[in-house]
């Protein structure tokens, strides 16, 4: 789901470019590709700059011709909100939103911890 996920917003990718991305091996990545078209999600193409390299991209009509396994989960969520007041759900909204950032800030501070050069010598209580 990953490497159709990267393909559906990043648009095609070279093998190469999926394997880096996935971290995984050449047999890996192969392997990958190898399932996503025999479920008609992706296809091979040669790529058109280097005929060495191969580029994956979305089989459209194969995707479109699958059921969406989405709907129900969709039409779960649509009964759970229909049981809110408008002002519950721009509550809810405002917390999710308010929530996501505090997620986003918190990361990144932890991530910057984590690199500085000084991490070592600092001791929590």
Not at 14 to 41: K, P, Q
Not at 56 to 68: C, P, S, Y
Not at 97 to 114: G, M, V
């Amino acid at each position: 789901m990953k490497a159709l996920s990267i393909l559906l917003h990043d648009g095609p990718q070279t093998a190469g470019s999926l394997m880096a991305r996935l971290a995984v091996t050449s047999g890996a990545v192969t392997g990958v590709i190898n399932r996503l078209e025999d479920h008609r999600l992706a296809r091979r193409q040669a790529d058109p700059r280097d005929g060495r390299k191969v580029v994956v991209t979305v089989d459209l009509a194969g995707l479109a011709a699958r059921e969406n396994v989405y709907l129900s989960i969709g039409a779960a969520f649509d009964r759970l909100h229909a049981t809110y007041s408008t002002q519950e759900l721009r509550f809810l909204t405002r917390h999710l939103e308010a929530s996501i950032e505090i997620t986003r800030q918190e990361t990144a501070a932890l991530n910057r911890a984590r690199d500085s050069p000084a991490r070592d010598l600092r001791r929590r209580p």
